[in-house]
């Protein structure tokens, strides 16, 4: 009997080691390394009950609880959020290319951007040809330099209007003239369009940009709950159809606009080129290391409204509101400002930013604090270690800048 139990004893080991070795092999076959932390989770809504409307905040929150790598589930929806300093440098430098690629977009089975331009293409030629034109020719330093003119009558503009409201002693809503000056600046140097009077096609682009924005967060919402993603989709089907349909209106008329100017080849057009005609110049040309579709250049225009406009209008008002409450370095501000530039009024330009350490330093703390894009999404392209943690391959990671 003695011998039977010894026996039993020693099967229920061999087996709870075989049990334990195989479990443990779910985590470590491939890399030695467990999958990141992960709070306590609800019945189907995972972690939504951790989140708030400030997404930055909360995972900031979940992070200084469970550390800077973090494992979570939004109803179906799985993801891992970076909020490390170290990690981020770890995850677009040793590991760049393995976290290169992209979530694919709510918008990706709708006809709204069904097409990347650059913001959401994942790494490859399209990705690739697009930063390579970004950086050589639409965003680059000449195309910059050409359009300095175009942001100084904005800056002129929006200072015109200050001084008015001021002399009527009427109330500033800072943001929405930031806003509106940063929208018209680009739309300006994107397609030189019309920025005031009553069809204002500044106007419609934010309109769109801000119509955009609010069905992806319905969209989002509805595919963390998997099957009733169908639904979300359904529910918004007109608003999505709507938007598409004016988006893709105003665009192709700016287009034909811009080739019809093409064709009568004025010189002076020629010269003063805007990144519209860049892009159509690189879409008729057969030469062309990739092709460039109509629906690319819409998506990139709109990309262009996405990252350029919002980012930098509520960066300016954050160094406004930081600097009023630091009288201090205010005033150092003004003093740097005023041994380059002087006190008779003249304006800052471009050009004296250079001898502005001071201003550019208050510039970069004030991104560093409050970052006009606090999460950058990204997709792990293959499986890889971070930190001492697993990722799988094609996980969706958040970094939480
Ligand atoms: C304060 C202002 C701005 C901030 C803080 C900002 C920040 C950023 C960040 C963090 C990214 C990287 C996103 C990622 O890798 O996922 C990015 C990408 C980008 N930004 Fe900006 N941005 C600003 C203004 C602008 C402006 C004015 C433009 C153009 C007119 C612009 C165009 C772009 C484009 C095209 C990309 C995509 C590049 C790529 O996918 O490789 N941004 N921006």
């Not at 629906?295 to 008002?317: E, P, Q």
């Not at 094609?394 to 939480?400: A, T």
Request: net charge positive; with cysteine.
């Amino acid at each position: 009997m003695e011998i039977l139990y010894c026996f039993i004893v020693f099967l229920v080991c061999i087996f709870s080691t075989i049990v334990l070795k195989y479990m443990s092999m779910k985590f470590t076959s491939k890399t030695h390394l467990f999958l990141p932390p992960s709070p306590p989770s609800l019945p189907l809504i995972g972690h939504l009950h951790h989140l708030s409307s400030d997404l930055s905040k909360s995972f900031c929150t979940l992070s200084s609880k469970y550390g800077p790598l973090l494992r979570l589930r939004l109803g179906f929806y799985n993801l891992f959020v970076v909020s490390s300093s170290s990690l981020a440098t770890e995850m677009f430098t040793t590991h760049d290319l393995a976290f290169s690629g992209k979530p694919k977009s709510v918008f990706e089975d709708s006809g709204l951007f069904a097409e990347s331009g650059i913001i959401m293409a994942p790494y490859g030629d399209h990705w690739k040809f697009m930063k390579k034109l970004c950086v050589t020719q639409l965003l680059g330093a000449q195309q910059i330099q050409k359009t300095k003119r175009v942001r100084r009558e904005e800056l002129e503009q929006l200072l015109r209007r200050l001084v008015d409201k001021a002399h009527k002693k009427e109330l500033v809503d800072i943001s929405s003239e930031m806003l509106r000056t940063t929208n018209n600046g680009i739309c300006r140097m994107v397609m030189s369009t019309r920025c005031s009077g009553e069809d204002s096609e500044a106007e419609m682009c934010r309109d769109l940009v801000k119509s955009a924005f609010e069905l992806a967060g319905k969209l989002m919402i509805a595919k963390m709950f998997g099957p009733l993603s169908k639904l979300g989709y359904w529910v918004n089907g007109k608003k999505l159809e709507d938007v598409s349909r004016r988006c893709n209106d105003l665009l192709e008329r700016i287009m034909n606009e811009h080739e019809q100017r093409a064709k009568r080849n004025d010189d002076h057009e020629t010269q003063d080129k805007d990144l519209m005609n860049i892009l159509l110049q690189v879409y008729k040309d057969e030469r062309s290391e990739f092709k460039i579709s109509r629906s690319i250049i819409k998506a990139f225009i709109m990309d262009l409204f996405i990252a350029g406009t919002t980012t930098s209008a509520d960066a300016i008002v954050w160094v406004m509101v930081e600097l009023k409450s630091h009288p201090k370095i205010f005033n150092k501000v003004r003093e740097e400002i005023e041994s380059v530039v002087g006190k008779s009024g003249r304006l800052v330009e471009e050009s004296d930013i250079s001898k502005l350490p001071y201003l550019q330093a208050v510039v970069k703390e004030t991104l560093r604090v409050h970052p006009p894009g606090p999460i950058l999404p990204r997709q792990s392209r293959e499986d890889c270690r971070l930190g001492n943690f697993y990722i799988p391959q094609n996980s969706v990671v958040f970094l939480n800048s």
